[in-house]
T-cell receptor, first 115, second 113 residues
Framework: EPEVTQTPSHQVTQMGQEVILRCVPI?????FYWYRQILGQKVEFLVS????????KSEIFDDQFSVERPDGSNFTLKIRSTKLEDSAMYFC?????????????FGPGTRLTVL | QKEVEQNSGPLSVPEGAIASLNCTYS??????FFWYRQYSGKSPELIMF????GDKEDGRFTAQLNKASQYVSLLIRDSQPSDSATYLC?????????????FGKGTTLSVSS
């Protein structure tokens, strides 16, 4: 069964460093998303992406965040200058819009630890 | 501010019983509703979704939606210990392509054998 994959599974970085989290969405899906989950808290939407443009973004997705689809398969989230509070699980998701269904399928996540 | 509320639990049921999980949401115009299951340290796994008022059944799971009351629930019949997880309610307020799911904090279910 097709699935969303993410790399790395765990990333440790120093505060102020840049990180890039990578995702490979399900191959025929057209819409891509990033969510995060701080330990013990709820899953929070960051951004959605379609046709090489951001469709929607939350207040969390400020100027230190960016997304890109550098090729036909990968979807990346870049955090330019990490802060301690960026420590969280980051989930990539994808969906195939078919006129009413917006089922989003999640990848296994990348645990980001900022020291 | 669009909100999704769930009782955090834990909800404890014996094996074989029916587990009932509830969720309320703030926006009457919300369009689609999703239930995800999340095991500790894992990602959300889609169980089922519902768009229309009434019940929708999928195996041991039944989702119930009442838009007038802004209420959605998930029933798990014949609960198994493997159902022990956190259940997340998510709402797509706009039901447009590429738009956000807003999640509740989740209800932790514990099924004892």
């Amino acid at each position: 069964e097709p699935e969303v994959t993410q790399t790395p599974s765990h990333q440790v970085t120093q505060m102020g460093q840049e990180v890039i989290l990578r995702c490979v969405p399900i191959s025929n899906h057209l819409y891509f998303y990033w969510y995060r989950q701080i330990l013990g808290q709820k899953v929070e939407f960051l951004v959605s992406f379609y046709n090489n443009e951001i469709s929607e973004k939350s207040e969390i997705f400020d100027d230190q965040f960016s997304v890109e689809r550098p090729d036909g398969s990968n979807f990346t989230l870049k955090i330019r200058s990490t802060k301690l509070e960026d420590s969280a699980m980051y989930f990539c998701a994808s969906s195939f819009w078919s006129g009413g269904d917006n089922e989003q399928f999640f990848g296994p996540g990348t645990r980001l630890t900022v020291l | 501010q669009k909100e999704v509320e769930q009782n955090s639990g834990p909800l404890s049921v014996p094996e074989g019983a029916i587990a009932s999980l509830n969720c309320t949401y703030s926006d009457r115009g919300s369009q689609s509703f999703f239930w995800y299951r999340q095991y500790s340290g894992k990602s959300p796994e889609l169980i089922m979704f519902i768009y229309s008022n009434g019940d929708k059944e999928d195996g041991r799971f039944t989702a119930q939606l009442n838009k007038a009351s802004q209420y959605v629930s998930l029933l798990i019949r014949d609960s198994q210990p493997s159902d022990s997880a956190t259940y997340l309610c998510a709402v797509n307020f706009l039901n447009q392509a590429g738009t956000a799911l807003i999640f509740g904090k989740g209800t932790t279910l514990s099924v004892s054998s």
